[in-house]
């Protein structure tokens, strides 16, 4: 496979439930990025990771934990999450360093009940 | 504060016309990172473009260019002569230099109609 990808592609959970997104991209990229976009809001950025360590936590609730264990996965585990989380959740990845253009996944749109 | 408008929420064309998407940003940092992106409706966001401050040089690539202007803080794009493919959301974002920041529009639908 190429570029970045994501599943799964459409997940539904229910608020005390524990599931984990996962990313893997395939580009050779070593910064990797969790954003979230909801309806009528611009994309968020939730968390950035660079050569496996976090460098980026946008103040993100501690019901999503990220993991990043080499520089191609990248997982967002949840748990225990708000009705107001639903959105879709996207991975990208970048050249390592600053200010470099990102790559996106597909994305994984979440539905919390 | 960095801050990204793209004040257009909605544009309509006819299939051919030519159609410029705005983007106005706000910076304190004299070096600094545009980028647009295209999101189709699949959902992933595919990069465009990406400009450093110190080049205002105007960028052409097929039916699209890009205008950037430093003195009106502004990075608009343009789509000539604009096709049903073209159809998908476009976001302008802002990056400032040695950050991993980065700060996007709420973006510009584009529908071009047959």
């Known amino acids: 496979e190429t570029g970045v990808t994501q599943t799964p592609r459409h997940l539904v959970m229910g608020m005390t439930n524990k599931k984990s997104l996962k990313c893997e991209q395939h580009?050779?990229?070593?910064?990797m990025y969790w954003y979230k976009q909801s309806a009528k809001k611009p994309l968020e950025l939730m968390f950035v990771?660079?050569?496996?360590?976090?460098?980026e936590n946008n103040s993100v609730p501690s019901r999503f934990s990220p993991e990043c264990p080499n520089s191609s996965h990248l997982f967002l585990h949840l748990h225990t999450l708000q009705p107001e989380d639903s959105a879709l959740y996207l991975c990208?990845?970048?050249?390592?360093?600053?200010?470099?253009?990102?790559?996106f996944g597909p994305g994984t749109r979440l539905t919390v009940t | 504060a960095q801050k990204v408008t793209q004040a257009q929420t909605e544009i309509s064309v006819v299939e051919k016309e030519d159609v410029t998407l705005d983007c106005v940003y706000e910076?304190?940092?004299?070096?600094?990172?545009l980028f647009w992106y295209k999101q189709p409706p699949s959902g992933e966001l595919v990069f465009l473009i990406r400009?450093?401050?110190?080049?205002?040089q105007n960028e052409i690539s097929g039916r699209y260019s890009w205008n950037f202007q430093k003195s009106t803080s502004s990075f608009n794009f343009t789509i000539t002569a604009s096709q049903v493919v073209d159809s998908a959301v476009y976001f302008c974002?802002?990056?400032?230099?040695?950050?991993?920041?980065?700060?996007f529009g709420t973006g510009t639908r584009l529908k071009v109609l047959a």
């Open positions: 990208a990845s970048s050249q390592e360093g600053t200010n470099y253009e990102q790559y």
């Open positions: 580009l050779g990229h070593n910064a």
């Open positions: 990771y660079n050569f496996k360590e976090q460098t």
């Open positions: 910076t304190r940092d004299t070096t600094y990172y």
């Open positions: 400009r450093n401050s110190f080049d205002e």
């Open positions: 974002a802002l990056s400032g230099s040695g950050t991993y920041k980065y700060i």
